[in-house]
């Protein structure tokens, strides 16, 4: 039998050895990664719910995701007779302005023309005539008497407006309607029950729940990025 002999090791050329490559590291050249969940919220949102019970929805005038601006009706409900209520108060109220104007402007004259007629009775007839002050406190209490009518008239006309504006659900603040209520024309309304809330996207931030090893590893002013999908955003904690 013969020996076995072994292939010989490979030829090394000069130029197929690799030189190693030195690289100077420094403090600060590392990095530790630490990541967490946020969540993106708004730093306002309000919610429009209804005031008045027991009433027919008319319509919704508005859908979830629609921008909308402060005061903008979003709901009505039944007016009932509310609008004819309204004009009765307010003629009412007219008039009697109307009427108090008049007293007022015309007192004086009142009561030049009744002195002048005082002027013309003799001592005995003056003694049976009323006088000028019975005269003056009648005339200051028919004005009087249209003032008090006319305050009641005038609260009957806000109280009638109040409760039209109570069957309107309006936006509380300028946003986007984030949530909305799946009630429909012709349900009923509850009293306090919340139609949609409003979203203010213009004042937004990233909030964190943060654990005792994340208070350890982030400080007030330190850089961070926030990561949504593709995009990243660099930012300050």
Known sequence: PQEE????????????????????????????????????????????????????????????????????????????????????????????????????????????????????????????????????????GEIQALEDQLSIAAKRVESTNNQIAQRKVTAPISGVVTYLSSLQAGDASVSGEILATVTDTSQSFFAADLSEEDQAVLTPGQMVTLEAGERSIDTVY
């Open 5 to 140: 002999q072994l292939p010989s090791a490979p030829l090394i050329h000069q130029g197929d050895q690799e030189d190693p490559v030195t690289v100077a590291v420094q403090r600060g050249d590392l990095a530790a990664v630490h990541t967490l969940p946020c969540r993106y919220t708004s730093s306002s949102q309000a919610n429009a719910a209804f005031q008045t019970g027991g009433q027919t929805i008319v319509s919704i005038t508005v859908s979830k995701g629609e921008q909308v601006k402060k005061g903008q009706v979003l709901a009505e409900l039944e007016l009932g007779d509310l609008p004819q209520l309204l004009r009765v108060h307010t003629d009412k109220r007219d008039t009697l302005q109307l009427q108090l104007n008049q007293a007022k402007q015309g007192r004086s004259a009142s009561l030049a023309r009744h002195q002048a007629y005082l002027d013309t009775l003799s001592a005995a007839e003056r003694s049976a005539a009323v006088s000028m002050q019975q005269f003056t406190q009648q005339l200051d």
